[in-house]
């Protein structure tokens, strides 16, 4: 976001003209920001041949991938659901990698039509899959039993989470492989989410690297993703230049341990799109109470989840009249819930209501998040970039929240009516 004298503007398009087109609450992304971002990570990794993949669970509207895709990137898919997307936005099979936890047969069935890579995540989806798939090429899914992260839902690495082989299973899950005559060609771990400091990562990294020395066909390493970015006031990032170095380092050692080249992999969701990502609100009532200032927007948790579920930190910035005097209020939504808020006790120039707020960093987890619960329609995506803009994903109605029930249940009312109003 910039500011002028008069306006705030994101990526050259003024807040108050993208309020009054596409209406609010809305999701605005910067095009330029998510490709400097993108370019900042791989330029501060030396190592080649060097592989980057876009976790795209953190954001997979088509266009914003697209985006990705133009830069290079590669696709990580979380879901059978997500590599369809991949698909759909362009990406090549051959660049798309699918991690999934606890997939059907029927799934691993569906990203197999696609001859997309998966990473299995137990030995007993590797020996499903051995015993429907003898002879093709697959990848490991290895925990270090190292983790880290900003909050302990998002930490996917160590004894106490779901994802990965055990590394101590390893010879395991060599030996199904053998049995079954598949080829291990990568391997994969996470440690977590929102890291801030690299060292977590090369700790597991060094652990990872030991184990998987014994797999003998293999012609990536996939050591995750999860950088992440300062919400806070204080916060840091992680030193990327200091990372790259000393990874490339560690990972050159173990090439010339191994006997022979392989590519690096990394799959970075929120680092590319979380500042990008702006979500816009009205301010619809200011409720002063004997202890409280609650400043109700027209959105809420349904749209922006991450302030009730992690207790994250999202700046607020009024756009509308940033000089005003600063007061200490509750940013709160539309939602019937109490723990329906965006931001506690925040001191923020003082905002009436038609005032159009921004919620900042809510490029990742935002509307991937978003959900149609008390029947509030999901917002628009628009995608800025050179002082324009355009819409990537159109406003739902109520009429979309009811799809898939009409046909069954044949919706009719008393009075005749048989349209229901657009939402707003």
């Not at 509207?61 to 936005?89: Q, T, Y």
């Not at 900003?150 to 004894?159: F, L, M, N, Q």
């Not at 607020?316 to 509750?330: H, M």
């Amino acid at each position: 976001m910039e500011f002028t004298n008069s306006e705030c503007l994101m990526g050259g398009v003024s807040v108050s003209e993208l309020a009054r087109e596409f209406g609010t609450p809305l999701y605005v992304y910067e095009e330029e920001l998510i490709r400097k971002r993108f370019r900042s990570f791989r330029d501060a990794i030396p190592y080649r041949p060097l592989r980057l993949l876009y976790a795209c669970k953190a954001n997979s509207n088509l266009e914003l991938m697209r985006v990705l895709l133009d830069e290079g990137c590669g696709i990580d898919a979380c879901s059978p659901g997500e590599v369809f997307f991949a698909i759909e936005a362009g990406c090549k099979p051959q660049d798309v990698m699918l991690t999934g936890s606890n997939i059907t047969d029927a799934q691993i069935a569906m990203v197999r039509h696609y001859d997309v890579l998966i990473n299995m995540d137990s030995v007993t989806q590797l020996e499903r899959y051995g015993a429907a798939y003898p002879g093709t090429e697959c990848s490991l899914r290895i925990n270090p039993e190292i983790g880290a992260g900003a909050h302990e839902h998002v930490v996917t690495g160590g004894p106490n989470v779901k994802f990965g082989i055990m590394h101590d299973r390893l010879p395991e899950a060599l030996g199904i492989a053998r049995l079954h005559n598949l080829k291990v060609v990568g391997v994969h771990m996470h440690i977590g989410s929102n890291i801030l400091n690299h060292e977590p990562f090369i700790e597991a990294a060094k652990v990872f690297l030991e184990s998987v020395r014994l797999l003998p066909d293999l012609r990536f390493v996939d050591l995750g993703g999860g950088f992440g970015v300062p919400y806070g006031p204080g916060q840091q990032g992680a030193d990327l230049k200091e990372f790259g170095k000393a990874v490339s380092g560690l990972f050159e050692g173990f090439c010339k341990d191994y006997g022979r080249e392989l590519a690096l992999v990394f799959e970075n969701g929120r680092y590319y799109v979380a500042q990008a990502g702006h979500l816009l609100v009205r301010v619809v009532d200011v409720k002063k109470t004997r202890t409280h200032v609650f400043v109700g927007t027209d959105s809420g948790f349904t749209h922006l989840i991450r302030p009730a579920l992690y207790e994250a930190h999202h700046e607020v910035v009024n756009c509308t009249r940033r000089d005003s005097r600063p007061i200490e209020a509750s940013v709160v939504g539309n939602v019937c819930e109490t723990g329906d808020y965006f931001a506690r006790h925040r001191n923020i120039p003082e905002p009436f209501p038609g005032d159009i707020l921004s919620i900042e960093n809510a490029g990742a987890y935002g509307y991937a998040m978003a959900s149609p619960y008390n029947g509030w329609p999901r917002p628009a995506e628009v995608m800025v970039a050179s002082g324009k803009a355009r819409l990537i994903r159109s406003r739902e109605s109520y009429e979309d929240l009811l799809r898939g029930q009409r046909e069954i249940i044949n919706i009719a009312y008393p009075w005749g009516e048989t349209k229901q109003p657009e939402s707003q």
